[in-house]
């Protein structure tokens, strides 16, 4: 969703800016601009609808010198994408930039007309400008006007402020959307995501929700909507630059899905005994005793983080043996759930501001749940929101179809799920030996990404379908939907995953020579079903894609259109590996179709509105 970057310093600020928001193009965008203060109390706005080089060709006509500025990605929510609609919005003394959705804004709008306000956008953004240019032009200095507009919105908001008459401040503030602030020598930033502003600091602080920050070249203060100040460490953020950058691969994605092995790595790292293969359960970030109490658990998330918690519910069920159930976190937030104190809810999300997620989340609290989530991005909204933290150690994920923060989402809720068996004292459950094989996967993952070429060769075979079908059951059947996942954001193909049982209530009847069907049949308990779902296809001609294990399945490899295996593992992990392939064949699809593989059309990396 939008992206907003500020920056007050000695450097020219249009570049700050512009750079700043190529590196959070990922969230989604379909326009951009910046807003800087020059000499003489000059208020420069430059916008354009589309790609950030619109952008960029503007600014250099423009030739922009002054030293403080905001910019901002817009992804439309009220009003087409557009110059005029596109942030910031100004009034020739105020600009504002904006992530989130003012709910009242219609209603402040004609409160606005009324004062002779003229607006020139059909967006709730401008709302804003025209309320805090109303409390300047009433005498108030630029931090209370920002104040009192804000006590007017109902909403969700990140924002940055910047004012003809008050050249050596910024202001920002958060209200369910993101934001963090960088501190440097002399100059300070403000930003949606850390990558946006990792270059030139380390130093981050993270605004909680209802908070404003005023930024000036010395520092930074926070203070509370109701104008209290606030005190607030910073804190350092261990991910490198190069984390964030390309590093000669054509595609963040294709970079994220070579970073996998190291992204487990990361992620299991001190968080077991290698001595007595006992999970840590502090260094993981869970509640032995809220392991030990539940009475059951269920995991909420959206996408491809939905699949990840179907995996979880394996998990639960298979490693700790109590009731568990994934939800999708928009339908969950939207019934009347009947849960309790009794059960755990665990949040999963990447980004940890996903909006259904955050709310699912709210309401699970309120009905008395304690919270776990499962979240890459430190101090986001959802991990603030929950009682425990597990972080994935991914590393900042820009390719908005989600790969390396997935399977490092497994590795979390199978190390969760470890936990679980051993605080509660699981009859038959290994801890050791679960331990002992996930640090062997990072290898055996590098294994299949040795093979890129093989999956690349499968994509020009079968880059011409128009519809795929991706079968899996039990572990396999969240593969089988990731799989599918995968292929359609990226390639705009369209492909279905389905429990293999389900394929006769229904998706047989599209069989036939022209859909490939991926069947995930690993070595596993369900290997004798999955082959009978094999040999139905087969029956009506269509093409198979089989992905198994390492040394099994030999008898159906004559009747296979594709046979590729992947290293034998344990049966828990095996989705950590079976995605792998899935993942490099969606990618070289959707490059062979030239398609926008890091920014696929109508996606946003972060979806922060319903
Ligand atoms: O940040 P989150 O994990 O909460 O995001 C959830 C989904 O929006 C995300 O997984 C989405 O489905 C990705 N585009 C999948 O690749």
Known sequence: MCGIV???????ADRILLAGLKRLEYRGYDSAGVAVLGEGDRLDVVRRKGKLSALEDSLSDAGLTGRVGVGHTRWATHGRPSDENAHPHSTGRVAVVHNG?????????????????TFSSETDTEVLAHLIDLELQGGKELVPAVLAALAEVQGSYAIGVVSAGTPDRIVVAKNASPLVLGLGQGENFAASDIPAILPYTKQMVFLDEGE??????????????????????PKTIQWSVVQAEKAG???????????QPRAIEDTIRGRYDSGTGEILCDALGVDEAALREARSVILLACGTSYHAALYGQYMIERLVKIPARAELASEFRNRKPVVGPDDLVVAISQSGETLDTLEAVKVARAAGCRILSVANVLDSAIPRASDWVVYTHAGPEIGVASTKCYTAQLAALYLLGAAGAQVRGVTGVDVGALVREIVLLPGKMKSVLKRSAEFQDLAHRYAHHRDFLYLGRGLSFPTALEGALKLKEISYIHAEGYAAGEMKHGPIALIDRDMPVVVLMPEDEQWDKIKGNLEEVKAREGLVIALTSEGWGED????????ITVPATHPELV???TVVPL????????????????????????????
């Open 6 to 12: 500020g920056y007050i310093g000695p450097r020219r």
């Open 101 to 117: 959705i003012l709910e009242n804004y219609r209603e402040l709008k004609a409160r606005c007309q009324e004062r002779g306000c």
């Open 212 to 233: 404003v920050g005023v930024l000036t070249t010395d520092g930074v203060e926070i203070m509370t909507l109701a104008g209290e100040k606030v005190e607030r460490s």
């Open 249 to 259: 691969y054509k595609h963040f994605m294709l970079k994220e899905i070579f970073e």
């Open 556 to 563: 159906v490899r004559p009747i296979c259109d594709e046979f």
């Open 575 to 577: 989705p950590l590996l």
């Open 583 to 610: 993942q490099l064949i969606a990618y070289h699809i959707a490059d062979l179709k030239g398609t926008d593989v890091d920014q696929p059309r109508n996606l946003a990396k972060t979806v922060t509105v319903e």
